[in-house]
């Protein structure tokens, strides 16, 4: 049995220093999820401030929990498009706003969260089995991914009603 039970939805304003962060999440439950996992997690990254400016730096299980096997960042993004829009068996990854701003929507088949990324000192944790789509850039938004394992075409999941699938007989 696989029923909602509610849906609640919140905006939460994080004041971080010069950024106004705004995580937007709508929830939903299910009787069989008591415990369902977190479909993604604000992390803060290390920062230094000096009289020159601002440094923001990740580390391989430093701040970021897996060992960085892969980096691409994304931008130029035409307003109106949408990138993302697939999940993966094994990758994790860590998604920052390094400029700009942009919004994250995941789905783990049970719940769904979306972030309004727009902080260079912080990322967005990504489990392995979540749906992704990135929407909304920002003019001149670039996003930074960090991930946990090296590109494979196997480990992605194109289309919604195979992840939905996929998730439930894994």
């Known amino acids: 049995r696989n029923s909602q039970l509610s849906t609640m939805s919140t905006v939460n304003n994080v004041n971080n220093g010069n950024c106004q962060q705004w995580q937007l999440l709508t929830v939903s439950f299910s009787v069989l999820s008591n415990k369902m996992k977190e479909i993604g997690k604000i992390i803060d990254l290390s920062q230094k401030q000096t009289d020159e400016g601002l440094c923001t730096h990740v580390e391989s299980l430093v701040g970021v929990p897996f060992d960085i096997k892969r980096a691409y960042w994304?931008?130029?993004?035409?307003?109106?498009?949408?990138?993302?829009?697939?999940?993966?068996?094994?990758?994790?990854?860590?998604?920052?706003?390094?400029?700009?701003?942009?919004?994250?929507?995941?789905?783990?088949?049970h719940q769904k969260k979306q972030y309004l990324l727009d902080c260079p000192d912080k990322g967005l944790l990504i489990d392995t089995k979540i749906w992704r789509?990135?929407?909304?850039?920002?003019?001149?938004?670039v996003c930074l991914v960090l991930a946990s394992e090296l590109y494979d075409p196997d480990d992605y999941l194109y289309d919604y009603n195979d992840f939905i699938e996929y998730i439930h007989h894994v």
Not at 133 to 141: I, M, N, Q, R, Y
Request: without cysteine.
């Open 74 to 109: 994304i931008y130029d993004v035409p307003k109106g498009e949408s990138r993302g829009g697939h999940a993966h068996k094994r990758l994790r990854q860590v998604i920052i706003a390094v400029k700009g701003s942009f919004i994250v929507n995941l789905d783990d088949g």
């Open 133 to 141: 789509t990135l929407d909304d850039f920002s003019e001149g938004a």
